[in-house]
């Protein structure tokens, strides 16, 4: 299955959950190699085991974090059908930089994953096609670009359109607060 990097910000108890949950996983593996070595099987025969049993029982975090996305995506709001991205639209949604609005105020975290192609093709389209309307109010208005002077009524306005918008960090965001692993645990 091919796959496509995709580099977003999520929220730091985010990322912190899913550092601890891969630091689980790892004392879990640990143990379970230990438990077939006292069973009586060699260290090699405990490797291959516990390989076979890691994609269902430890998956990894690009794992998880495709399988939110998924379901994020099948949610009503952003499932679609959509048009698909013109070459354009796909080439622009490729480049790293940030969406239009004020800053969330709230501790944030890089990541990097390697997502499924087609997923991330799905992510990026459910994003563009959703935000494509209050994106273009935004430009019409001369509300979007760096060192933009604006009024009060302006960034308000701003701010209004850009809550508005789903980038792709956001709906990995929502993805994770809605099915990551601490909510799945809870």
Known sequence: MEKTPVTVMIYAY?????????????????ATLEALENQGNTRKQARIIVARMRPVEWPSLETV?????????DEQDLAGPWPPLTETEAEELALSGRWPGPSLGISMSQRN???????VTRLRTAAWRVSEEPLRELNARGLVGTGLVLTEAEREKRDELAALLYPVPRIVREALARYGPAVANE
């Open 14 to 30: 985010q990322a912190g959950r899913l550092g601890l949950m891969k630091r689980q996983q790892a004392m879990e593996q640990k």
């Open 65 to 73: 974090v495709a399988r939110a996305v998924e379901q994020r995506l």
């Open 113 to 119: 994953y390697k997502l499924p192609s087609d997923l």
